[in-house]
């Protein structure tokens, strides 16, 4: 099955409470519309959006569940209560938090891997935030390692919308390299330049969500862009004709 994921794009099918897109119906139809476009595998969010992603598409899934719990910054997956909603539910690669962050009620990532694998042969995804995560992460047995959290937790500075190629580099090196796994870019991909840089680079494969499947945050993009070529023009500046403004 992971195989079948080797080049490919995952597309990160999730939508949060709030979300215009939020519940199983919308997520499932955003997942036949990424394997319409030749997505490899699909990444959801909770049990009820990986069964009827299950229904929708033939595609493998990588389940996560997102849980905050009070005192613990770690929210993907971050007990066996969650892991095992996503092994109960279908999917075919469970992912979680495999950063060096405290977990709630006292769990520690080694417990878990070990709790995981008694329970089920599923393979496994480490979300990390450093090169160093990435290597404890191989060690401890994960199947796969993803740059999940990199720019999001740890002292690495925040990305906007471009990866960081050199850690992407460095993490193949030392994860794949040394220990022989994959590792799977995820996390500030906006091009499908990028994307592909990614898999030059070495990666195994490139996981997308925001770019692809939030189209708020899509149409922010674009309206914050044409705002700053508002600001450059400066106030009064910059006449158009109108055959100009009609493109």
């Given at each position: 099955?992971?195989?079948?994921?080797?080049?490919?794009?995952?597309?990160?099918?999730?939508?949060?409470?709030?979300?215009?897109?939020?519940?199983p119906?919308?997520?499932?139809?955003m997942?036949?519309a990424?394997?319409?476009?030749?997505?490899?595998?699909?990444?959801?969010?909770?049990?009820?959006?990986?069964?009827?992603?299950?229904?929708?598409?033939?595609?493998?899934?990588?389940?996560?569940v997102?849980?905050?719990?009070?005192g613990?910054?770690?929210?993907?997956t971050?007990?066996?209560?969650?892991?095992?909603?996503?092994?109960?539910?279908?999917?075919?690669?469970?992912?979680?938090?495999?950063?060096?962050?405290?977990?709630?009620?006292?769990?520690?990532?080694?417990?878990?891997?070990?709790?995981?694998?008694?329970?089920?042969a599923?393979?496994?995804?480490?979300?990390?935030?450093?090169?160093?995560?990435?290597?404890?992460?191989?060690?401890?047995?994960?199947?796969?390692?993803?740059?999940?959290?990199?720019?999001?937790?740890?002292?690495?500075?925040?990305?906007?919308?471009?990866?960081?190629?050199?850690?992407?580099?460095?993490?193949?090196?030392?994860?794949?390299?040394?220990?022989?796994?994959?590792?799977?870019?995820?996390?500030?991909?906006?091009?499908?330049?990028?994307?592909?840089?990614?898999?030059?680079?070495?990666?195994?494969?490139?996981?997308?969500?925001?770019?692809?499947?939030?189209?708020?945050?899509?149409?922010?993009?674009?309206?914050?862009?044409?705002?700053?070529?508002?600001?450059?023009?400066?106030?009064?500046?910059?006449?158009?004709?109108?055959?100009?403004v009609?493109?």
């Amino acid at each position: 099955m992971l195989e079948s994921l080797a080049g490919g794009l995952i597309v990160s099918c999730q939508a949060g409470e709030g979300d215009p897109l939020h519940g199983p119906h919308f997520m499932a139809e955003m997942a036949k519309a990424a394997y319409q476009g030749g997505a490899r595998g699909i990444r959801a969010n909770g049990a009820a959006d990986i069964r009827a992603i299950r229904q929708a598409v033939p595609l493998p899934i990588v389940g996560i569940v997102k849980r905050h719990y009070p005192g613990s910054p770690v929210y993907i997956t971050p007990t066996l209560a969650e892991a095992l909603e996503v092994l109960d539910a279908g999917a075919d690669v469970a992912a979680c938090d495999a950063t060096a962050r405290p977990r709630p009620g006292g769990w520690t990532l080694e417990r878990l891997v070990e709790e995981m694998r008694a329970r089920s042969a599923v393979p496994l995804m480490a979300d990390v935030s450093s090169v160093e995560e990435g290597v404890r992460a191989a060690r401890l047995g994960f199947d796969v390692v993803a740059t999940t959290l990199v720019g999001y937790a740890g002292d690495h500075e925040p990305l906007g919308y471009r990866p960081d190629f050199a850690l992407i580099e460095r993490m193949v090196a030392e994860v794949t390299g040394r220990f022989g796994v994959p590792v799977i870019v995820e996390g500030h991909i906006w091009e499908p330049d990028q994307a592909r840089r990614c898999l030059e680079l070495g990666a195994f494969a490139v996981v997308v969500g925001t770019a692809i499947t939030r189209p708020q945050l899509i149409t922010r993009r674009f309206v914050e862009a044409m705002g700053r070529r508002r600001t450059d023009q400066g106030e009064g500046g910059g006449h158009e004709d109108s055959a100009t403004v009609r493109r």
